[in-house]
């Protein structure tokens, strides 16, 4: 069975401070996918980033950085220097290989303080 | 067009009565998915769809959930004989099919069940 985890139901930040978004799975699987979403205010979903269980190479682009640490089975994404549009609910997906079933957390709603 | 569209963005409607909630995917993107995500929660899979044949139904909640698609574009959700636990954001997705391509969203249908 999959499933994933995301401890973190709430965070509120200032403005400027990093800030991590913890997220652990759980899979058989040994290849699968794994994806970060972003839903604002506006509720549309916004694709951040999706990474192979064979890559374990940690990713940054611009502010966003990704740790993939698969001998803990986790994922957790990084916000360097946060600033209030990144305020959202932000949701960890897990994809089995072969399976298109996308299978969510439960989201982390952060909140950016002016 | 140039993202995933749904219609209508808002449905109001009484216990009992049928609806349908319309999805077109992305132009070209072959696998179209539906995912309900009731209020504060995370999204659940109902149904996936690679061209008009879906080959995973697992999630859909009841017998009152169908969908199909059409003509490998639109797909239709409908619910019949709605009950105030159908009361939920339908979120739909598309992708280019293949081995987990990336799920994009449309901006959702929010139901609500009087």
């Known amino acids: 069975a999959q499933k994933v985890t995301q401890a973190q139901t709430e965070i509120s930040v200032v403005e400027k401070e990093d800030v991590t978004l913890d997220c652990v799975y759980e899979?058989?699987?040994?290849?699968?996918?794994l994806f970060w979403y972003k839903q604002p205010p506006s509720g549309e979903l916004v694709f951040l980033i999706r990474?192979?269980?064979?890559?374990?190479q940690n990713e940054i682009s611009g502010r966003y950085s990704w740790n993939f640490q698969k001998s803990t089975s986790s994922f957790n994404f990084t916000i360097t220097a946060s600033q209030v549009v990144d305020s959202a609910v932000y949701f960890c997906?897990?994809?089995?290989?072969?399976?298109?079933?996308?299978?969510f957390g439960t989201g982390t709603r952060l909140t950016i303080i002016p | 067009g140039a993202g995933v569209s749904q219609s209508p963005s808002n449905k109001v409607t009484e216990k009992g009565k049928d609806v349908e909630l319309r999805c077109d995917p992305i132009?070209?993107?072959?696998?179209l998915y539906w995912y309900r995500q009731r209020l504060g929660q995370g999204l659940e899979f109902l149904i996936y769809?690679?061209?008009?044949?879906?080959?995973?139904k697992s999630g859909l909640p009841s017998d009152r959930f169908s969908a199909e698609r059409t003509g490998e574009s639109v797909s239709t959700l409908t619910i019949q004989r709605t009950q105030q636990e159908d009361s939920a954001v339908y979120l739909c997705?598309?992708?280019?099919?293949?081995?987990?391509?990336?799920?994009?969203f449309g901006p959702g249908t929010r139901l609500l069940v009087l």
């Open positions: 997705a598309s992708s280019r099919g293949g081995t987990w391509e990336t799920q994009y």
């Open positions: 899979t058989r699987d040994t290849t699968y996918y």
């Open positions: 990474r192979n269980s064979f890559d374990e």
């Open positions: 997906a897990l994809g089995p290989f072969g399976n298109e079933k996308l299978t």
């Open positions: 132009s070209g993107h072959t696998a």
């Open positions: 769809f690679q061209g008009n044949s879906a080959p995973d």
